[in-house]
């Protein structure tokens, strides 16, 4: 047997992977553990650039929850663009600690804004309404 | 090793993204648990917070104020019982980690896989994708 990598089968009994993309380091940690401890793989990327390579290289992600506010040239809006233009089927959450970025996202089924500050446990179970829906 | 121990720690500081994703994944399948970063500052962050990693996984070339030899000689200093192993590129990465798998936490059902092979395949993917 195989160690289980990003690529896994993509049976009905697999976990479910999440790509989590936030420059803030200790964000990202404590999110991507407690992810892991509510039961989902999960793919860390500290900018859009990371997000974008990662779905390139072909890894099955079935949800992303990016930040808006990254440090780099592409923020989590045009990420989620870029995702929609891609990969039309795959749930984005975006976040932000700026109400008014709320403004910036375009309702669609597959995209949900959640303001900051938020609960993890809210993530999670936009997360599993998402995913559930697939 | 015993459910009572708590898990062994490795932050992992790898600023190329697929070397990270597959080395990360690969160790949390041998058992640890694995903090990623890709600067060096991200360390004293992890300090600051109250959370000390048994190992630092490092690649020579980090971003941030310090490279990994820099950061692998403050932490001696400062830390003395964290284990730092320095890398470079994707085969010491891949060597790195196969190492660590062997010694543990948990004995692996499978026979160590390639991992650099792995990042190489995923690297010319990546820049397939960026050619089409």
Same mark, same amino acid.
């Given at each position: ?7 896994? =089968? ?8 999440? $790509? ?5 380091? *200790?964000?990202? #940690? #404590?999110?991507?553990?407690? $992810?892991? @401890?509510? !039961?989902?793989d999960v793919n860390e990327a500290? @900018? ?6 990662? $779905?390139?290289? !072909? ?12 440090? #780099? ?16 089927k795959l749930p984005v959450i975006?976040? #932000? ?11 669609? =089924? ?16 936009? $997360?599993?309404?998402? *995913?559930? !829906?697939? | ?5 708590? %898990? ?46 048994? +190992?630092?996984?490092?690649?020579? %070339? ?14 001696? %200093? ?19 980690? %196969? ?19 792995? +990042? ?13």
């Open positions: 047997m195989e160690p289980s990598t990003a690529e896994g =089968p993509n049976s009905e009994n697999r976990r479910k992977r999440i $790509l989590l993309v936030e420059d803030d380091f *200790l964000i990202r #940690s #404590s999110a991507a553990d407690y $992810l892991r @401890n509510a !039961g989902f500290v @900018n859009a650039h990371e997000a974008m390579a990662i $779905l390139r290289a !072909g890894t099955t992600i079935d949800a992303v929850f990016c930040d808006v506010n990254l440090a #780099s040239d592409m923020d989590g809006v045009a990420f989620s663009r870029w995702s929609a233009e891609h990969y039309p975006l976040t #932000s600690g700026e109400p008014s970025a709320a403004g910036l996202v375009t309702e669609a =089924p597959t995209l949900r804004f959640v303001a900051k500050p938020y609960a993890l446990s809210d993530i999670e179970r936009h $997360l599993n309404t998402l *995913l559930d !829906g697939k | 090793m015993s459910t009572n121990e708590p %898990q062994t720690s490795i932050l992992l500081l790898e600023p190329e993204i697929l070397i990270r994703m597959v080395v990360a994944q690969y160790l949390r399948d041998c058992g640890y648990m694995v903090i990623e970063g890709v600067h060096a500052d991200d360390f004293r962050s992890l300090i600051d917070s109250g959370r000390q990693p048994h +190992i630092v996984l490092a690649d020579v %070339q980090l971003a941030g104020a310090a490279n990994g030899f820099e950061l692998a000689r403050s932490i001696r %200093q400062t830390h003395p019982s964290i284990d730092v192993i320095l890398t470079s590129g994707i085969a010491g990465a891949a060597h790195e980690a %196969q190492d660590l798998c062997d010694e543990g936490p948990i004995k692996k059902p499978y026979h160590p896989k390639d991992v650099e092979a792995r +990042i190489r395949i995923l690297l010319e993917r990546r820049r397939a994708a960026n050619r089409s």
